[in-house]
């Protein structure tokens, strides 16, 4: 979800129920956790995926390689797999964060086709960092509710991020673009207003699905899963000139539930689905 939202969801529940947990998955080999703590959260544990984590609010306070390492507001917290930390906060006033798990070999797999060959996994030496690129990429996957292709989105970002911190590896390549297979993928999102799967568009294209991601950005300006999303909307936006009831327009377009396609149409539109029903139903082309 964007910062303002994070931020403000924050505000009301450590307002209300003090210390809280709250998490997505995993799924495809993707969590998402967001939380707040005024007292110790976690003892020293280690995970064997990455955790890519924004601090919200707060400051963050962790002991990580032999030294207390702290997170402040809008900084980014880079956990490798399979290394030792813990957590708390850093001042009475208790720390709010969220953030993004996701398995190593899945950010192999996207950094093979980022870079053009086989890379070792990035190793970011400082923990804590300022990087626009990666705090954009944690915050955009809590709007998404971990759909497929917004996962493969989502892999690619994080990857290019942590590529950007390690600067022995070698940088991203321009993707040279394959418009053929990429028209064909674009094809396929136009023809349907259900969620389409990677493997999918993958056998469409021809492409692997974080080369896809990848280049069907740099082609049309936006992510496959954007790009999907807008058609849903778009079909959505159709389906309430008629008489359907929200629940049913919003499960035709491939929503989970009716607030799921609430939140997105707002997102997309700026209004609730019945607001725009409403406001469409009062005007008519002369």
Request: glycine share 8%; with cysteine; proline share 6%.
């Amino acid at each position: 979800m964007p910062a303002s939202l994070v931020a403000s969801a924050h505000a009301g529940l450590e307002r209300s129920c003090g210390d809280w947990v709250r998490s997505r998955g995993p799924v495809g080999g993707v969590e998402l956790l967001q939380a707040w703590f005024n007292e110790r959260a976690f003892s020293p544990h280690r995970h064997d995926t990455y955790g890519i984590g924004v601090t919200d609010a707060g400051v963050q306070t962790f002991e990580y390689r032999g030294a207390v390492e702290r997170s402040l507001p809008g900084q980014v917290a880079v956990l490798h797999p399979d290394e030792k930390h813990d957590g708390r906060p850093g001042t009475a006033d208790g720390f709010g964060y969220h953030i993004v798990y996701v398995a190593p070999e899945l950010i192999a797999r996207a950094l093979r086709d980022v870079v053009g060959r086989p890379t070792p996994l990035p190793f970011l030496r400082e923990p804590v960092l300022a990087s626009e690129q990666l705090a954009r990429a944690v915050s955009s996957a809590f709007e998404s509710d971990l759909e497929p292709l917004a996962r493969d989105t989502l892999v690619v970002r994080l990857a290019e991020g942590l590529l950007c911190g390690d600067a022995s590896l070698p940088k991203a390549s321009v993707p040279c673009l394959d418009q053929r297979g990429l028209a064909r993928a674009r094809d396929c999102l136009d023809s349907t207003s259900s969620v389409v799967r990677s493997s999918v568009l993958e056998r469409v294209s021809g492409l692997s699905r974080y080369a896809l991601s990848r280049q069907f950005r740099a082609l049309y300006g936006t992510s496959p899963y954007r790009y999907s999303l807008l058609r849903r909307l778009d079909f959505a936006r159709e389906r309430l000139r008629s008489d359907d009831q929200l629940a049913d327009v919003a499960l035709a377009a491939g929503f989970a539930d009716q607030a799921h396609f609430t939140r997105m149409f707002k997102a997309a539109y700026g209004m609730p689905p019945q607001r725009y029903r409403t406001l469409q139903s009062c005007a008519r082309w002369s």
